[in-house]
């Protein structure tokens, strides 16, 4: 799970989660001049409100946040993880609104005294709040552009090392590889150290030729590969034009872009795996 393919909608969804765990354990009735002796339930007392209202809220921004960091979809049932969980949301919201309007049940309902029960305490109406923030936020997520950023910012890539010089426990791109020490600026055992953004290669050793990397060409003008991060969790489509996602670019993690494709770009994922990203709006360059 990729906690950075999270967006501010997620981390309200989270909040109400938090919330509404607080508010389960505060008081389920109010009752007018009760005395302090008196000990009334929490949440946890009443089976209707923890199946309905605490239960059914948590299991759904679990099934929400969860569905968000995967890299791929999971389904059940044709849904995805994240519709059933904006379900229990609305279902836990519905439910927390129905037992502060009647909180006791049927119970007040005995021999006509309708008006003899109590009122909902601290807990409940708490647990309403958090239910229907956790049920809007899940809904307006993909709907709303500031719920959708993302909610912990893409790191930045590692600066760029002197001529000669060796990045330090890797260079954190995707597909990195660690470099055994170099003497001199030449990597031992007759490997070659990788390039990396900035990085300028060692000279080549005497009768050694070694060729260079050509720029890639798209849309008719020179192209440099370069490394690049989303904003938002974007589909990677197939080069031969398929409708079918092969993967999911997520915010926080940094793919390089080989080639310009028309107005999008074909992008090399950590597996290597190649595609077109078609929406490059608002992507970050390393």
């Known amino acids: 799970m990729n906690i950075r393919s999270l967006t501010r909608g997620d981390g309200v969804v989270i909040g109400a989660a938090v919330l509404l765990f607080i508010a389960s354990f505060l008081g389920l009735y109010s009752i007018d001049g009760a005395p302090d002796s008196v000990d009334l339930p929490n949440l946890w007392g009443s089976g209707p409100v923890v199946l309905g209202v605490v239960l059914a809220g948590i299991i759904g921004a679990a099934l929400v946040v969860v569905s968000r960091g995967l890299p791929q979809p999971r389904k059940v049932a044709g849904l995805d993880l994240g519709q059933f969980g904006i379900a229990f949301a609305v ?24 008006d003899s029960g109590p009122d909902a305490g601290t807990g409940l ?23 959708k950023a993302a909610l912990l910012p893409a790191p930045r890539p590692a600066q760029p090392q002197p001529y000669g010089g060796q990045p330090q426990g890797g260079y ?25 953004p900035g990085q300028v290669q060692g000279q080549p050793q005497q009768g050694e030729q ?13 192209f440099s590969p370069f490394w690049f991060a989303v904003p938002v969790p974007r589909p990677l489509f197939a080069e031969d034009g398929s409708p079918t996602p092969i993967a999911e670019l997520a915010p926080g993690t ?10 999008g770009l074909v992008a090399q994922t950590q597996d290597g795996r190649r595609g077109v990203l078609q929406d490059t709006s608002g992507i970050q360059r390393g």
């Open 125 to 147: 109406i708490l647990a309403l709040i958090a239910t229907v923030v956790m049920a809007a936020a899940a809904i307006a997520t993909p709907l709303v552009p500031a719920l």
């Open 210 to 222: 070694r060729s260079q990397p050509q720029p890639a060409h798209g849309g008719g003008g020179e």
């Open 254 to 263: 940094w793919y390089l872009a080989v080639e310009q494709r028309g107005p």
């Open 91 to 114: 279902f836990a919201a519905w439910s927390a609104l129905g037992n502060v309007f009647d909180p006791a049940g049927g119970a007040d309902n005995i021999g006509g005294a309708s």
């Open 172 to 196: 954190g791109y995707p597909g990195a590889q660690q470099q055994p020490p170099s003497y001199g600026g030449q990597p031992q055992s007759g490997q070659q150290a990788a390039p990396y």
